[in-house]
């Protein structure tokens, strides 16, 4: 089997270093890739395939649960353990004010409230915060593990057994991380996934997962992913089609064996970034006893634009994350917020830095480069103003 070569990604074009890049180039990565397509292709179960089980059951036991559930998306992931939770109208979730849009869409989209909590140093929420945020509404807290970090889940887990609560994790980031010794995802009652392209563990498309130790709900996810139909035919409780493609599972089979060596390298540039990052700018601090993928290498400015003005001028595509501040969307507006400030923050000044398993020494060293010029003319405007 042969393929063409690789062409320049537009992000390699405009850029001297991009923010990421999805591009394949390796051709031994390629063929094994589309060997586990042709596979698929052959066997001919493109719905729930063979290779669907065999992801699960290899991720199940990666995390130390007992079930996986593949599901259609992250969000599909959220939504369908909520449901299997019977988590609905009127009900509320308790969640990080700061997350991307999809933990809390997926709330809203079963009927249920978010109800906003403040984010800790670490940007995870904070569970000092979390028992003012309880009502007799309450059902579940949303613990969402930020940028790849795993949030507290000790504290989180005694809250949420000290007053009835489900306690489901967002491991979307951190697929990879662990927290003294125990893997993002075996936390909670249930744990969710996304495993979509701009992932640690990403396919080549849209795929989650849910894990969960109960077989009860297990059985209920399954169910719920396939229009509520347990033997295919009769549909049992309200569900719709949030089935994992076999096409993804098989990649992601593949992908599965070269999670550590990505996870490692974006530790290693993160761990560049570290030493290059210039005073007066927050990085994030390493944790003892812990494994963060580095989803995202973000810093932490009050002239974040500035500073991302001056990375791009010299060729670095930097992202912003102000959105991820979720009251600030409108279709959250009406939302009770009980504490926001550090994530009101946090999401105003963070600027995240190029970070992938395809970054090159030579641009992770010019990204160093920019990043110690940007800021020493930061500093010389700031000087210029003071005068």
Known sequence: MTTAEPQPTPGRQRYRVPFNDLAIPQAETRERYLAAIERVMLHGRILLGPE?????????????R????????????????FMALGIGLGDEVILPAMSW?????????VGAHPVFVDVNDEMNIDPALVEGAITERSRAILAVD?????????????????????LVEDGAQAFGATLEGRPAGSFGVMSCFSMNPMKVFGALGEAGLVATDDPALHQSLLALRYNGMRDR?????????????TLQAAILLCRLDELPDHVQRRQVVAGRYDQAVPAGLWRPALRANSIDTQFSYCVRSPQRDRLADALERRGIECKTREWDYLPAHPALAAERVVSDSKAKRFSAEMLCLPIFEGITDDEVALVCQALAEAAEELAAMEADGAR
């Not at 007992?66 to 353990?81: E, K, P, R």
């Open 52 to 64: 669907v089980e065999s992801l699960e059951q290899r991720i199940a036991a990666q995390l130390g």
């Open 66 to 81: 007992q079930h996986a559930c593949g599901v259609g998306s992250g969000t599909d992931a959220l939504m369908l353990a």
């Open 101 to 109: 849009i999809a933990s809390a869409n997926a709330v809203k989209m």
């Open 146 to 166: 930020y940028c790849g970090r795993v949030a507290d889940m000790d504290a989180l887990s005694a809250l949420a057994e000290r007053h009835g609560l489900a």
């Open 233 to 245: 035919v009769i549909s049992h409780q309200p569900g719709f089609n949030g089935r994992i493609d």
